[in-house]
């Protein structure tokens, strides 16, 4: 192996690091800990809640929707995607350290009937009824943040909302009161834009293909817009999973309970060899939840 | 213009929004701030702390080097440089929204002369005599955070650190004590890994031609790694910028005093068209510090 480990943020095999005493070896780093999480930890994500896009180059994305925090957008992402509307359209803008986004180029096609055109703010919603999972170290946007269902939220005690961690998804709009419909989406791809969390609808976030997403060329254009219309890259289907073919389904898990809690702190407190001093603190977006193909 | 401003992180035309008086017109942003600062407000990083690195495949990317917080490892970055170590080494992994290395794949390629193999921690420096502009907002990592010099920085009280920030160029290691030669470089390509902050000897950051390291495939291997030779990019030539062609050298200044000051403000506190609710604080890691070409 050649020098340098610095994070193994890929999935290791399993360890049965809560069984060793305290001491005995040294202390697991998170992504052991998620790996070795009992599988009641793992929580099904719902297949109504997932998104498949194929690009004509090649590249698979999976995107979780997020109903519990934007329904009404989130109504009208599935009536496109039921609808296909996307399909032949394009990632048209990558702005390196920001976002990558997609949607019809020439702003000319018609949405599909039942899309709500000009929804209301749907930047956060009530606590009223949730617990979240608070994390206690302090944070420069939110009086609060932590996680709830899985998802990275803020909060100021009384409304809750989703941040703009990597790999977030939200609806692009134009200047207020445009909320966006739904039809151009970006998803995140650098240091979290956390200045436009309560500003924009997020609506779910990529769980798998962050990858190819993220390296795309940049665009030369303003905001990284692509300057040649042959730079865009196709999207060959954005689709419901439910209507993938079935070999290319896929299930997916998030860690929750007393594993996430166990991964959350080993986060801000890297005992692991390789580090000298732990942080004792970590930003919510420098926690991402566990994802897993369900086994 | 396609729907959804979003940000606009390029550099806008001069503005003279600070002649305007208050109401009279919207916020600037903060690319509108860096845009119109004065001349006097941007200031010359020395050439001699700049390296530029050429890829077989014509990515170009300038490095600014922090002699003030890891002295050792920035000298023997540039006898390296000086030497041509580099030159036809490659970029080796590429780990998604993380980090991306290059060095002697083989790692067996001696070490220029007087290179100190073995340096010690330079993970911190002290905060004696020096006056860092710091922020005020809180932060998870760090008691304190903000600017000295124009680079980011943590703090306890005591000690002043860099932080790692999308951009900045550290030091690839092994476990502790080895703190690593400085002849593996890794780039920060997604959130801020903030946790390795005083476990790692950051060295400096890339000032130019972040979009192309950060588009780089992503490697499919452990760590990101590459797992096949063929796809790891050549370096042509890591040189000091002294020694660059006249046509390839490239002069680069920072934004400082008022107008950085007003710049930070308006991150943290959105106030231009697009945004409904200001934060109130921003993260130092998204508060990038304008840099430009010298005009």
Chains 1, 2 share one sequence.
């Not at 254009?221 to 300057?227: A, C, E, H, R, S």
Request: charged share 20%; hydrophobic share 40%; proline share 9%.
């Amino acid at each position: 192996m050649i020098k340098v480990a610095l994070l193994a943020a890929a999935a290791l095999a399993p360890v049965a690091w809560f069984a060793l005493a305290p001491g005995d070896t040294p202390a697991p780093s998170p992504a052991e800990i998620a790996a070795g999480a009992p599988a009641a930890d793992w929580i099904d994500i719902p297949e109504s809640d997932l998104l498949l896009m194929d690009t004509a180059e090649g590249g698979r994305v999976v995107i979780q929707l997020a109903p519990d925090f934007a329904p009404v957008h989130v109504g009208n992402i599935r009536k496109i995607a039921a609808a296909r509307w996307w399909d032949g359209t394009s990632i048209n803008r990558v702005q390196d350290n920001y976002v990558v986004q997609w949607g019809d180029a020439t702003e000319k096609k018609a949405l599909p009937q039942g899309v709500v055109a000009k929804p209301a703010e749907e930047y956060v919603r009530s606590q009223k009824g949730l617990s979240p999972n608070w994390i206690e170290w302090p944070d420069p946007y939110a009086k609060q943040t932590g996680f709830w269902k899985g998802w990275p939220i803020g909060g100021n005690g009384e409304n809750v909302w989703l941040t703009h961690c990597y790999g977030m998804v939200g609806v692009g709009r134009n200047l207020a009161p445009d909320t966006g419909s739904g039809a151009e989406l970006y998803a995140v791809i650098g240091q979290a834009p956390r200045h436009l969390d309560r500003n924009i609808a997020l609506v779910g976030r990529v769980i798998e293909g962050m990858e190819f997403l993220a390296s795309r060329p940049r665009g030369t254009g303003d905001l990284g817009f692509y300057t040649d219309p042959a730079q865009r890259i196709a999207i060959g289907s954005i689709k419901p999973m439910s209507e993938a073919e079935p070999g290319a389904k896929s299930r997916h898990q998030y860690l929750s309970s007393g594993s996430f809690r166990a991964y959350r702190d080993a986060r801000a407190n890297r005992r692991d060899p390789f580090f000298n001093v732990p942080a004792g603190g970590a930003d919510v977006c420098n926690i991402p939840v566990p994802i897993r193909r369900a086994p």
